[in-house]
């Protein structure tokens, strides 16, 4: 049995540093306002796409427009696949 490819933590922190100064290099080419209007155009589009719905007592559910699912919780665990999108369950 080979072993499965696993990745160093040496080639982990390495990449994760050419990561960082890849940003750096990106945010001193196009100032903070580039970074800006794309976190902007991200919530945007997650609206577009989500939204939050209170789900049981202390939490929200991240819903899907089109379809009503509930595809994540803020705090707890999704949900088994008979929910309706609204936090409770269909009778």
């Known amino acids: 049995m080979?072993?499965?490819y696993t990745v160093s933590k040496k080639v982990i922190e390495a990449n994760r540093k050419k990561a960082h100064l890849g940003g750096q290099a990106?945010?001193?080419?196009?100032?903070?306002?580039?970074?800006s209007r794309i976190g902007k155009?991200?919530?945007k589009a997650l609206n577009d796409r989500y939204y939050w719905s209170p789900y049981?007592?202390?939490?929200w559910a991240?819903?899907?427009r089109e379809t009503g699912r509930i595809?994540?919780?803020k705090f707890?665990?999704?949900p088994d696949e008979r929910s309706n999108g609204n936090g409770s369950q269909p009778a």
Do not use: C, H, Q
Not at 26 to 32: E, F, P, V, W
Not at 56 to 59: A, L
């Open 56 to 59: 049981g007592t202390s939490d």
């Open 76 to 78: 707890g665990k999704l």
């Open 41 to 43: 155009l991200g919530w």
């Open 26 to 35: 990106t945010l001193k080419k196009y100032g903070r306002e580039f970074y």
């Open 62 to 64: 991240i819903v899907n």
């Open 2 to 4: 080979t072993r499965p």
């Open 71 to 73: 595809v994540a919780l």
